[in-house]
């Protein structure tokens, strides 16, 4: 899938987050990077299909907002495509993705959302 089509599924993803939670998301962005490169501490081998890095709104407070960066949600491409078999599939896996990030961004943590079936 090209570049454009996926940013495409990204956005078509970004859509269906409910009005009322997209609303309070707050000083966040949402990107997509072709591969995530892991952490000197990580498997040189690791692979993520998205990525939370940030605050999550139920960890701030009024330090918060001094000076704070915006959260930042990536998506990676290459993972996703070499898991997925068709259109189908990427497109639907992208729509977990997003959501697994955004609910972190809310503070639901990796435990509840395979609960949820969202893991």
Same mark, same amino acid.
């Given at each position: 899938?090209?570049?454009?089509?996926?940013?495409?599924?990204?956005?078509?993803?970004? +859509? *269906? =987050?409910?009005?009322?939670?997209?609303?309070?998301?707050?000083?966040?962005?949402?990107?997509? !990077?072709?591969?995530? &490169?892991?952490?000197?501490?990580?498997?040189?081998?690791?692979?993520?299909?998205?990525?939370?890095?940030?605050?999550?709104?139920?960890?701030?407070?009024?330090?918060?907002?001094?000076?704070?960066?915006? +959260? *930042? =949600?990536?998506?990676?491409?290459?993972?996703?495509?070499?898991?997925?078999?068709?259109?189908? !599939?990427?497109?639907? &896996?992208?729509?977990?993705?997003?959501?697994?990030?955004?609910?972190?961004?809310?503070?639901?943590?990796?435990?509840?959302?395979?609960?949820?079936?969202?893991?």
């Amino acid at each position: 899938m090209p570049l454009p089509e996926f940013e495409d599924a990204v956005n078509d993803a970004i +859509d *269906r =987050i409910p009005e009322e939670i997209a609303r309070e998301m707050t000083n966040v962005g949402i990107f997509v !990077e072709e591969e995530y &490169e892991p952490q000197a501490w990580e498997d040189p081998e690791t692979e993520l299909l998205g990525l939370y890095e940030g605050t999550p709104l139920t960890e701030r407070d009024h330090w918060w907002e001094a000076g704070s960066l915006p +959260d *930042r =949600i990536t998506v990676f491409r290459g993972p996703i495509l070499r898991m997925c078999e068709s259109r189908e !599939e990427v497109v639907h &896996e992208v729509l977990v993705t997003v959501i697994h990030e955004v609910a972190h961004h809310f503070g639901i943590a990796d435990e509840r959302l395979h609960e949820l079936g969202w893991g």
